[in-house]
C-alpha cells in the first residue's frame, strides 16, 4: 500500500524527513495490516537496525467514517428490534476505543509498559522490542528490530532449529497467565504474526 510516498509523507508530517533519519530505509514492506504496515531501516545515528510501523494513507478518516454509518444502521435496527442493542451497544464502545489504535504514540507506551512487565518485573525468557523514543508520532513509530524468528505456526521450521514445542508452549502460557492475571495488561491479538519464535544457538 503506497510503501514509498506513504512513508515519506508521514516522516514530513512529523517534521522529520527519512533521509536524515535513517542511512536506509526498505519502501517494501515486511508485513502490512488493516491499520498500518513495517518497514526495515537503519538509523543514520547509530547504525542500528530498526522496525518502522507506518500507518496506511487516509486509514483513520476511513476507520471513522465507517463505524459511524455502522452506528447509524445499527441504531436504526436496534429500534427496529431490541434484539439488535447489543450489536449497537458493541459498535458504539469500538467507535470509542479505535481513537486509542489510531494513535501510534499509545501503542508505543503500551509495548514499554509490556517490556518492561515482562523483562523487568516477571523475568520472563521472551524479546520485547525497544522502543526508539526519538522516533514515536501518532502515525508513526519505530523500535528495534528483531531478527532470526520464524513465525509460532511454522512447525517446519521449529523442527528444524531442534525448538522444544513444550518449553515454547509453557513459556507462552506463563507469559500471557502474567499478562491477565498479574499485569492486568495483555496483547489481546496473539496471533502467529504477533508471537514470533526468536532463534538462539540452543533452538528458541
Known amino acids: 500500500r503506497e510503501a514509498d510516498g506513504g512513508a515519506r509523507r508521514r516522516g514530513r508530517q512529523q517534521q522529520w524527513r527519512i533521509d536524515d533519519v535513517f542511512s536506509e ?24 537496525q530498526v522496525a518502522v510501523k507506518v500507518m496506511h494513507r487516509g486509514i483513520a478518516a ?13 441504531r436504526v435496527a436496534s429500534w427496529l428490534n431490541s434484539d439488535y442493542g447489543t450489536m449497537l451497544t458493541v459498535l458504539e464502545t469500538w467507535r470509542s476505543e479505535i481513537e486509542q489504535e489510531l494513535n501510534f504514540t499509545n501503542e508505543a507506551s503500551n509495548l514499554k509498559r509490556v517490556r518492561a512487565n515482562m523483562i523487568e518485573r516477571h523475568g520472563a525468557k521472551v524479546v520485547v522490542p525497544r522502543v526508539i523514543d526519538e522516533l514515536v508520532s501518532p502515525v508513526c513509530f519505530a523500535m528495534e528490530f528483531i531478527d532470526d524468528c520464524i513465525k509460532l505456526n511454522d512447525r517446519p521450521a521449529l523442527s528444524l532449529h531442534n525448538v522444544d514445542e513444550g518449553a515454547l508452549l509453557e513459556t507462552i502460557v506463563h507469559v500471557w497467565c502474567c499478562q491477565l492475571f498479574q499485569d492486568n495488561f495483555a496483547n489481546a491479538d496473539p496471533h502467529p504474526g504477533n508471537v514470533l519464535v526468536k532463534l538462539t544457538g540452543e533452538g528458541a
Open 25 to 48: 530505509f526498505d519502501y517494501s514492506p515486511l508485513a502490512s495490516a488493516s491499520i498500518a504496515q513495517v518497514h526495515r531501516a537503519r538509523l543514520a545515528s547509530s547504525q542500528e
Open 62 to 74: 476511513t476507520f471513522r467514517e465507517d463505524l459511524s454509518r455502522a452506528v447509524i444502521i445499527a
